[in-house]
């Protein structure tokens, strides 16, 4: 079962914020939200995580709504580097071992 | 720096092939995971192990078996190849808490 809705696609001109919308509506008090990226013919790289507040880091930026039920990724000024598959993950928890991937978004940044 | 290595990273076997993909880890995490990715499907999660000589079914762990005898490595493996086990493999660690970090990935062709 997909804990995670993406959208499957999304474009951004260069230069531009890109933001990346995912919903966890079934998210539990102690699960955290990943981001991880994967562009083509790469393993997924780690982004950014967070639990309740939000986060920032080098790479981009994490805000998650108040109720926790989804949250978006921030990327301040994509470049077409940024061009990948965005994945949003939900993890944690006390036996939760499994790591499961949803189709992600594919986001294009257009020069 | 971190490091998860997958043994290959373009292999071909001829159907009814017995198939080992090797990953090992140099961070001494905990859980261990193996993905195939397919055009259009994402990163469908094949087996999981969360310690030594356990190991736990993802939702595709039909035509395929691991092994995890040492911490730092995890084993998968195709018993009898067949051509729709053509695919990309991806092997990732963890912490139970944290990060994820990925191989560069094997590219499987049964011919």
């Known amino acids: 079962d997909a804990k995670t809705t993406q959208p499957p696609s999304m474009d951004c001109a260069e230069g531009r914020a890109a933001n990346l919308p995912c919903n966890h509506s079934?998210?539990?008090?102690?699960?955290?939200v990943y981001w991880y990226r994967q562009i083509h013919s790469q393993g997924p790289q780690y982004i950014i995580h967070?639990?309740?507040n939000n986060e920032t880091n080098e790479m981009a930026s994490l805000i998650i709504t108040e109720d926790r039920k989804s949250s978006t990724l921030i990327l301040p000024h994509a470049t077409l580097r940024d061009t990948a598959v965005y994945y949003c993950?939900?993890?944690?928890?006390?036996?939760?071992?499994?790591?499961?991937f949803g189709k992600g978004t594919k986001l294009s940044v257009i020069p | 720096d971190v490091k998860v290595t997958q043994s290959s990273r373009y292999l071909v076997k001829r159907t009814g092939e017995k198939v080992f993909l090797e990953c090992v880890q140099d961070?001494?995490?905990?859980?261990m995971f193996w993905y195939r990715q397919d055009p259009g499907l994402g990163l469908r999660l094949i087996y999981f192990s969360y310690d030594v000589k356990m190991k736990e079914k993802g939702d595709i762990p039909e035509g395929y078996s691991v092994s995890r005898e040492k911490k730092e490595r995890f084993s998968l493996i195709l018993e009898s190849a067949s051509t729709n086990q053509t695919s990309m493999y991806l092997c990732?660690?963890?912490?139970?808490?944290?990060?994820?970090?990925f191989g560069q990935g094997t590219r499987l062709t049964v011919v």
């Open positions: 961070m001494d995490h905990e859980n």
């Open positions: 967070g639990l309740k």
């Open positions: 990732a660690s963890s912490l139970t808490q944290g990060q994820a970090f």
């Open positions: 079934t998210i539990s008090g102690n699960e955290y």
């Open positions: 993950i939900v993890r944690g928890g006390a036996g939760s071992y499994q790591l499961t």
